[in-house]
């Protein structure tokens, strides 16, 4: 009986027309929703495929530095000697002139530069970057205002991806400071400005500590004392960045540190060897074996100054200058370390 109910109860034309109209609505629809799903879920994707790939540049840096050290040392002379990461902490002098730049380099391949020399030095510090393949920069610390060594640092944040971005609580009125605060703002970088205290460090690589040990909290009168004084440490090396610091700031360290924080296989020698830096009781505390003086062929200060050179040479420590040996590179393998000429 039902299928005869149906059979007479058979649908008129416009009946069907209805419904084949209610059916073309709803595929319609099914496809319309089926379009706009896609767009959503493509673009969705897309934009997570972004933001892996923005988190994804300075990890990558790593990688890049590894392999493209080897192109490169094949292909220039000048880093032929430059030794794969994994083999220890490489650190760089970098020959900016009358000023500093250093560049670090962790056995896992974590990328530090502290300071960025005087204005102009950019080119320099791009091309040594670009020669170890380095693409991006873990760590850059500022270890005071001075135009000498944030000069080369506007145009470095301006190019380079950089993770973390360190420079002392004291401020400077300079031009260059605020060029420098405008590439920051306009930066990816995080900025932290510590002041040191005990066990201030910079986070950077699981093997190297990185310890802040200067400035502190209080009033200098020079404004070089506001330098950051820097130890990297890797197994039993480690060298120290002392920035500009005057034996002032020196005295100060030594009062609020223990004296084993100071033990360094080398030293980075203060202000460009300035005889306002280096307090012979700082240098005995920290004993190093070779001194490191960053400063320009023939500067208009006379650095590096013949009191510190003949403290230097009184205690039989090995100098290496910027000015007479151009960039200067070490390796510190965590028992010894390696001057590569
Ligand atoms: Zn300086
Ligand atoms: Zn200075």
Not at 194 to 212: F, G, K, L, N, R
Not at 254 to 274: E, M, R, T, V, Y
Request: glycine residues 6%; negative net charge; contains cysteine.
């Amino acid at each position: 009986m039902e299928h005869l109910s149906n059979w007479k109860n058979k649908e008129s034309y416009e009946e069907r027309q209805e419904k084949r109209k209610d059916r073309i609505l709803i595929v319609s629809l099914s496809v319309l929703t089926l379009a706009v799903l896609t767009i959503l879920f493509s673009l969705i994707h897309s934009q997570v495929t972004t933001q892996q790939a923005t988190t994804a540049t300075t990890a990558t840096t790593s990688a890049a530095t590894d392999t493209s050290a080897d192109s490169s040392a094949a292909e220039s002379s000048d880093n032929a000697a430059i030794p794969d990461q994994t083999s220890g902490l490489l650190v760089s002098f970098l020959d900016v002139g009358q000023g500093d730049s250093i560049f670090l380099r962790s056995p896992s391949g974590k990328t530090m530069l502290i300071d960025g020399g005087p204005e102009g030095s950019f080119s320099v510090i791009d091309a040594y970057l670009s020669s170890l393949g380095v693409v991006g920069l873990d760590v850059v610390v500022a270890s005071h205002l001075h135009a000498d060594h944030i000069g080369g640092l506007v145009s470095l944040v301006d190019t380079y991806a950089i993770g973390d971005f360190y420079y002392p609580n004291f401020d400077a009125t300079s031009e260059v400071y605020f060029e420098l605060l405008d590439a920051l703002n306009e930066s990816q970088a995080v900025v932290h400005r510590p002041y040191a205290e005990t066990d201030t460090m910079i986070p950077w690589d699981d093997s190297v500590e990185v310890q802040i040990l200067a400035p502190y909290e209080t009033i200098y009168d020079d404004f070089n004392d506001t330098s950051y004084i820097i130890r990297v440490k890797y197994g039993n090396t480690a060298v120290l960045l002392m920035g500009d610091a005057t034996q002032t700031s020196e005295k100060l360290a030594l009062k609020a540190q223990p004296n084993q924080n100071f033990k360094a296989d080398i030293i980075k020698i203060s202000h460009h060897g300035s005889s306002d830096g280096t307090l012979e009781e700082f240098l005995d505390v920290v004993s190093p074996a070779i001194a490191v003086i960053s400063c320009g062929a023939n500067n208009d200060y006379g650095h590096p100054h013949q009191s510190v050179l003949d403290m230097l040479l009184e205690r039989g420590i090995t100098i290496y200058r910027t000015d007479l040996n151009g960039t200067i590179t070490m390796l510190l393998d965590g028992t010894s370390v390696t001057v590569i000429e």
